[in-house]
């Protein structure tokens, strides 16, 4: 696997999040919805692409813990590209986020990123806490920015789309 970037995201999850267990690692896929709007020449416009996420460890633990299908999550992590070989000799490049930390911004605690308190609440043990604002997501990037303002695939949507249809496909194999 190619780590291209570090990237910080922001969507909501579309995909049903489970756990697996592989050879003794716990690891979890699923799909969040990026969408950005953004104003050019006047008009308000709207960037969306489909991103495949990947979490191992406590991190994938956490994730099932807290997050839900329809949370809208900021999440922080590399931007990874790998190559499948099927049996007739077709390659394929696939692409997903492996997820370093999260928060969940629908109100429920994170792991990892940010130990700010809400207001009535307590942090948890590990540096795990609520979203507060000092870890705010930065401003929408300026137009033609490429999603998360550090990714470098200038064709970084269509990638996304092919992924997610890749992602099926890659489980129903033994994938993660």
Same mark, same amino acid.
């Given at each position: 696997?190619?780590?291209?970037?570090?990237?910080?995201?922001?969507?909501?999850?579309?995909?049903?999040?489970?756990?697996?267990?592989?050879?003794?690692?716990? /690891?979890?896929?699923?799909?969040?919805?990026?969408?950005?709007?953004?104003?050019?020449?006047?008009?308000?416009?709207?960037?969306?692409?489909?991103?495949?996420?990947?979490?191992?460890?406590?991190?994938?633990?956490?994730?099932?813990?807290?997050?839900? /299908?329809?949370?809208?999550?900021?999440?922080?992590?590399?931007?990874?590209?790998?190559?499948? /070989?099927?049996?007739?000799?077709?390659?394929?490049?696939?692409?997903?986020?492996?997820?370093?930390?999260?928060?969940?911004?629908?109100?429920?605690?994170?792991?990892?990123?940010?130990?700010?308190?809400?207001?009535?609440?307590?942090?948890?043990?590990?540096?795990?806490?609520?979203?507060?604002?000092?870890?705010?997501?930065?401003?929408?990037?300026?137009?033609?920015?490429?999603?998360?303002?550090?990714?470098?695939?200038?064709?970084?949507?269509?990638?996304?789309?092919?992924?997610?249809?890749?992602?099926?496909?890659?489980?129903?194999?033994?994938?993660?």
């Amino acid at each position: 696997m190619n780590t291209i970037n570090q990237v910080e995201i922001q969507g909501t999850i579309i995909h049903a999040v489970q756990l697996k267990q592989r050879n003794g690692y716990t /690891t979890l896929s699923t799909i969040m919805e990026w969408r950005q709007s953004y104003r050019s020449q006047g008009k308000e416009k709207v960037q969306q692409a489909v991103v495949p996420l990947s979490f191992f460890g406590d991190v994938a633990t956490a994730f099932a813990q807290q997050v839900s /299908t329809g949370d809208e999550v900021l999440i922080k992590g590399k931007f990874d590209s790998y190559t499948m /070989t099927s049996f007739d000799g077709n390659t394929m490049n696939h692409y997903q986020v492996r997820v370093e930390s999260f928060v969940n911004l629908s109100g429920h605690p994170s792991f990892g990123m940010g130990t700010g308190q809400a207001a009535n609440s307590q942090p948890e043990v590990g540096g795990v806490g609520n979203y507060d604002d000092a870890d705010l997501p930065p401003e929408p990037p300026a137009e033609g920015a490429v999603p998360g303002g550090q990714m470098n695939d200038p064709n970084f949507e269509q990638t996304a789309k092919n992924a997610y249809r890749s992602l099926g496909d890659f489980e129903d194999q033994g994938g993660y």
